[in-house]
């Protein structure tokens, strides 16, 4: 492992800031979700419901107590933390020309406060956190008109904000959308409500379209301002592997591997796939892109590939095969693999198809990787004398560092870092919960918002430290 090799945590805005309506906030998509549970969805609502319970509004309090925890992480030893930038703390509508100081003002002390621990920001631009107004007054990404408010946005953002980093990340996991029969993924992606004549299929390749091309603006952008600035792109991996040796599977399986890889062909190499070309000409779908459209992708390929890693699905083509389809993370061709543990919310535990999904796509890309967002979400329980015992996330952590490094040291592929997803508690993204914890840091807080919101260090805590400390050497 490389010296400077980039250890830390990752978490979103909407996640855990909290101040929903604060110091000029506007109103952003994650306000709308409502709280759901392992097994009943999320309701995306079109405004505040006074009846419903809205976990993202206050999540865990972060806005105020950023300083004490960037304390905590900087006890552990972090190199970085990964955050976004919601976009409605800074565009409270997102259609403003001018910026709201306030919000600029709220990350510039945070990362000021990093900075004082040599804590290194990774920045996400969009985290599921688009302003409302845009989705309300523009049905989202589907129109393109999203591409330059985002794009200033970004340039507000870069501008600020370079003196901090030179990592950036542009849109957060932008192939979940890709699933669109479940609501929550084109919504969170890219603010997306689909009405009784829409195509899903067509509209999402249209918001995705737009997304490419304000990406390649920003890739553009920032290289503009200092070559030295790395622009990644952001997705969900998670492999599909064939449920059998029957060409049928095998084939079913390398479509949807295929697919989830278009959204960062499209990003890593300029320009749209023959499959996808292809598919969009026998469906007879209409995607609008100019000419000028076309050269912003080619001149805005991204540096690097940040992804997150948490599962893999195993498809079948035999339709007698019983389907699982936990609508989550998964195809509705998944069915069960006996060879993977799941945990409780029905995500397999596949440390090796880290290793496979690392050299696959490095074989794709020849581009560094980086790991941003791996971890396990698990019910934690507070001891008598606050301590939480949580050998299972250990060991879920433990093991995928070990693929990790495999993949680095056998099979040489070039990772930069290594992010333990939501290193401190905070709101879950698919179900609402704070029950779901995947933190080394413990926050007292239960699904309905009730607690003291103190925190306490887990087991695993000690744990990472180690890890970050021998660089990888102790597990
Ligand atoms: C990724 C997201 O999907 O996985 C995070 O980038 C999310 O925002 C994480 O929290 C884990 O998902 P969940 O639903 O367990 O919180």
Not at 38 to 62: G, L, Q
Not at 145 to 174: G, P, S
Not at 417 to 444: A, E, H
Request: proline share 4%; with cysteine.
């Amino acid at each position: 492992m490389e010296n400077n090799f980039l250890w830390g945590g990752a978490l979103s805005a909407n996640q855990v800031e909290g101040a929903y309506l604060e110091d000029g906030k506007g109103l952003d998509i994650s306000d709308l979700l409502t709280a759901g549970t392992a097994t009943t969805k999320r309701k995306i609502t079109t405004s505040v419901n006074e009846n419903e319970y809205y976990p993202n509004h206050k999540a865990i309090d972060f806005y105020h107590n950023y300083k004490s925890d960037i304390k905590l992480m900087a006890k552990m030893g972090f190199k970085c933390l990964r955050v976004s930038i919601n976009w409605s703390r800074i565009f409270p509508h997102g259609d403003e020309n001018e910026p709201n100081e306030q919000g600029l003002k709220f990350y510039h002390n945070l990362f000021e406060t990093m900075k004082q621990y040599n804590i290194k920001p990774i920045i996400t631009l969009s985290h599921f956190e688009m302003p409302y107004y845009l989705v309300e007054k523009f049905g989202g990404w589907r129109n393109r008109k999203c591409i330059a408010f985002f794009v200033k946005f970004a340039k507000v953002c870069l501008d600020n904000f370079m003196q901090y980093t030179n990592y950036w990340l542009t849109f957060n996991e932008i192939n979940n959308q890709y699933l669109v029969e479940n609501p929550l993924f084109p919504y969170t992606n890219s603010g997306l409500i689909f009405n009784a004549n829409d195509n899903k299929r067509e509209v999402m390749f249209q918001a995705v379209h737009n997304e490419f091309v304000a990406g390649s603006q920003v890739v553009k952008y920032a290289h503009s301002l200092n070559a030295n600035l790395k622009v990644g792109c952001m997705v969900a991996a998670s492999p599909y592997y064939a449920n059998t040796p029957n060409p049928e599977d095998i084939l079913k399986a390398q479509k949807l591997n295929q697919y989830q890889m278009f959204f960062s062909d499209v990003q890593v190499r300029g320009k749209y796939p023959n499959f996808i070309l292809k598919e969009w000409q026998e469906k007879g779908y209409h995607i609008e892109i100019t000419d000028k459209d076309l050269a912003d992708l080619n001149h805005g390929c991204v540096d690097y590939i940040g992804f997150s890693y948490y599962l893999s699905s195993t498809v079948s083509a035999d339709p007698n095969r019983k389907r699982i389809g936990s609508g989550n993370a998964a195809s509705e061709d998944t069915v069960v693999n006996p060879y993977l543990q799941k945990n409780k919310w029905g995500w397999t535990v596949d440390p090796i198809g880290l290793r496979i999904w690392l050299n696959q796509v490095y074989d794709r890309y020849q581009l560094p990787l980086f790991l941003v967002e791996n971890g396990l979400g698990a019910e934690d329980k507070l001891t008598s004398d606050y301590k939480i015992h949580d050998p299972y996330r250990i060991n879920y952590l433990k093991d995928h560092i070990i693929e990790m490094k495999k993949a680095i040291e056998i099979d040489g592929v070039p990772v930069i870092g290594y992010l333990v997803w939501g290193c401190i508690d905070c709101i879950s993204f698919t179900t609402g919960q704070m029950s779901k914890r995947y933190g080394l840091i413990y926050v007292d807080l239960d699904d309905r918002g009730k607690g003291t919101l103190k925190r306490y260090k887990k087991d695993s805590f000690d744990w990472f430290k180690t890890v970050i400390k021998t660089n990888g050497k102790k597990l």
